[in-house]
């Protein structure tokens, strides 16, 4: 069976994860963790970067300094993960959904001015399979109407828009070093931010409500517990293998950018014939290679599309089931306007695997499998 994801491996890891064992440090913001944090720092153009346990940490952390109180309503696409819903959720927010674009299954940024009320205080956007939203008119929305702008950029680690890095344009940008994601730590995040305002409250936070990282930096001689506060440091044993990651990081982009290429090169002819749909990357965007899906032609061909690969020995997977229609969605949320593309556009998509490791037999055989669901040969 061709499965679906691989968690990354590059080499490198085990030798720096023992080396994280020698340092003696197992604890958060450890010598590994400081330097994955200085190289996205430099990489991603950002003044700000810690490592979390997660991105759903670090989506909580946005909220927290966005100062998202109970009744605040967020807007976000209903098409994501439950955590981008999740993290605002905690904070006692209302989530309004509003609909997307079916090209790139990002929120339409067209429909977020009619979804603000007055105790509107927050965009959350997802840049869906790394391909960023329409930042510039979010970015200006946010400004006329005074609202923080959160980037959920799990899947846009390395991506871009108009050359800046998904993650560093809005308020806050929150990424995801899950086994899943492009580079990865198992579980891991990174919450970003550029505005220097926010370095203090967001260090305090993070270690348990303490001043902890200026006793560290020698600014004071004690300790002591000051804020609210949570526990969002990974070990340095996570930060060792993410860093391994983060060098070779142009050798994993390259790896899955082909695969990408491929899968698209290749189901060409079936796209031209109307059988499948292909993603859609807009002019202003470089992608990141996150994610290769498909689109058939609804719910009951994309269930005979999966069962037909999986007898093939391919596993393509669906993805979100809209969060307006869960049950803790209809609770914390509403849908503003009306759903003409999240529900349908989500029941039509399947994803294809996608991983570092995935050979060149075994993308052919995923090609091979689909040409075999139309009735084809290539
Ligand atoms: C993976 C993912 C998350 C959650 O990331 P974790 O690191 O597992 O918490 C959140 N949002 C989106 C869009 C994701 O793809």
């Given amino acids: 069976m061709i499965v679906f994801n691989k968690p990354p491996f590059i080499g490198k890891e085990t030798e720096y994860m023992q080396q994280a064992i020698a340092n003696g440090v197992l604890c958060g913001d450890g ?3 400081k330097k994955c944090s200085a190289w996205m ?24 300094l966005a100062d998202i109180q109970p009744g605040d309503e967020v807007i976000m696409p209903s098409y994501t993960f439950v955590s981008t819903a999740d993290a605002f959720v905690l904070r006692g927010a209302k989530i309004v959904f509003v609909d997307i674009h079916p090209e790139t299954m990002n929120i339409d940024e067209r429909l977020i001015e009619d979804a603000i009320t007055e105790r509107t205080k927050a965009i959350a956007v997802v840049h869906y399979a790394g391909v960023a939203c329409a930042m510039d008119e979010i970015l200006a929305i946010a400004k006329k109407h005074h609202l923080k702008v959160v980037e959920d950029a799990a ?10 890095a998904l993650g560093t344009i809005g308020d806050f940008g929150c990424y995801s070093f899950h086994e899943t994601k492009n580079y990865s730590m ?15 409250k967001a260090e305090i936070l993070r270690e348990k409500g303490t001043d902890r990282s200026k006793f ?3 600014q004071i001689d004690k300790y002591t517990w000051v804020d609210y506060g949570s526990s969002y440091l ?20 390259e790896k899955r950018m082909s695969i990408y290429n491929y899968y698209h090169e290749a189901l060409a002819p079936l796209a031209e014939e109307g059988l499948l749909e292909r993603p ?6 470089v992608h990141n290679a996150h994610m290769y899906y498909v689109k058939l032609k609804d719910l009951k061909e994309r269930g005979a599309f999966i069962a037909y690969l999986r007898e093939h020995g391919v596993q393509a997977t669906f993805h979100y089931i809209p969060l307006h229609s869960a049950s803790a969605g209809l609770r914390f949320g509403r849908f503003h306007g009306e759903d003409v593309y999240t529900t349908k556009e989500s029941e039509r998509l399947a994803r294809l695997p996608m991983y570092y490791a995935l050979t060149d037999e075994e993308r052919a055989q995923v090609v091979n499998a689909i040409y075999g669901f139309f009735g084809k040969t290539r």
Avoid: W
């Fill in 31 to 33: 010598p590994f963790t």
């Fill in 41 to 64: 720092r430099e990489h991603f153009c950002v003044n700000h970067a810690f490592l979390t346990t997660s991105c759903t940490h670090a989506l909580e952390m946005a909220a927290y």
């Fill in 155 to 164: 899947q846009g680690v390395n991506a871009y828009y108009k050359g800046k």
């Fill in 186 to 200: 198992g579980e891991g995040g990174a919450l970003l931010f550029q505005e220097d305002k926010y370095q203090e």
């Fill in 216 to 218: 560290f930096r020698g």
């Fill in 234 to 253: 990974p070990s340095d044993l996570n930060a060792a293998y993410l860093y391994a990651q983060l060098e070779e990081f142009e050798k994993i982009n």
């Fill in 280 to 285: 859609c990357v807009p002019e202003y965007a």
